[in-house]
């Protein structure tokens, strides 16, 4: 099947800590972003990528970071200096001008 | 102020009730415009898209934009227990910032039998 996969579905932070959330798609969309979603918030871009080796930050990109190697494959850190990372986050991909399709999300909490 | 704002409810309806679900939004740059459906714990996929003013009608759905008054509906005709989610509205003005979504915080809609 077609899609957009993201792991884990949850993830525990410790102080201090940086970690690496997983998206891989095979849908071979040129294009992929990072959402994060808040309760009453809505969606806010962390950043997005429309081409391999190729990225731009989105509205609230201070502290995550990305990489884009490969096509299919867009991870985010989440580093220690992102005071408040405790959200779901979510990944999704399109061709450059189609509509978004979404992963099913990573919830992260601060342990 | 927010440049998209969408009430969030949340929203409790009878099955067979007409549901409009609204937003405003700001930035007049704004073509494309996207309702996406949420269920808890999951991603949102997309249930409707419009682009510029109009209207479009997809089954029990049906989308409006009005870009003169910056103001967009999604209407759900006898609504089912099944649409209990949460709406979400996006927009985006297109071009090289097609995928750049800006989004409403989104209603929370309960359907009840």
């Known amino acids: 099947d077609g899609g957009i996969t993201q792991s884990p579905k949850y993830l525990f932070r410790k102080e201090g800590q940086n970690v690496t959330l997983s998206c891989e798609q095979n849908?071979?969309?040129?294009?992929m972003y990072w959402y994060r979603q808040d309760p009453g918030q809505g969606l806010r871009l962390i950043y997005y990528s429309q081409i391999v080796n190729d990225f731009q930050k989105g509205d609230i990109a201070e502290g995550y970071s990305v990489s884009r190697e490969k096509k299919e494959s867009f991870p985010l850190t989440v580093t220690s200096a992102q005071k408040n990372p405790t959200a779901f986050y979510l990944c999704?991909?399109?061709?450059?001008?189609?509509?978004?399709?979404f992963g099913d999300g990573t919830r992260l909490s601060i342990l | 102020q927010k440049e998209v704002e969408q009430d969030p409810g949340p929203l409790s309806v009878p099955e067979g009730a007409i549901v409009s679900l609204n937003c405003t939004y700001s930035n007049s740059a704004f073509q494309y415009f996207m309702w996406y459906r949420q269920y808890s714990r999951k991603g949102p996929e997309l249930l409707m898209y419009?682009?510029?003013?109009g209207n479009k009608e997809d089954g029990r759905f049906t989308a409006q934009v009005d870009k003169s008054s910056k103001y967009i509906s999604l209407f759900i005709r006898d609504s089912q227990p099944s649409d209990s989610a949460t709406y979400l509205c996006a927009m985006t003005a297109g071009g090289t910032s097609y995928g750049k979504l800006t989004f409403g915080q989104g209603t929370i809609l309960t359907v009840h039998p």
């Open positions: 419009t682009y510029s003013s």
């Open positions: 849908l071979n969309h040129d294009a």
């Open positions: 999704a991909s399109s061709m450059l001008e189609g509509t978004l399709y």
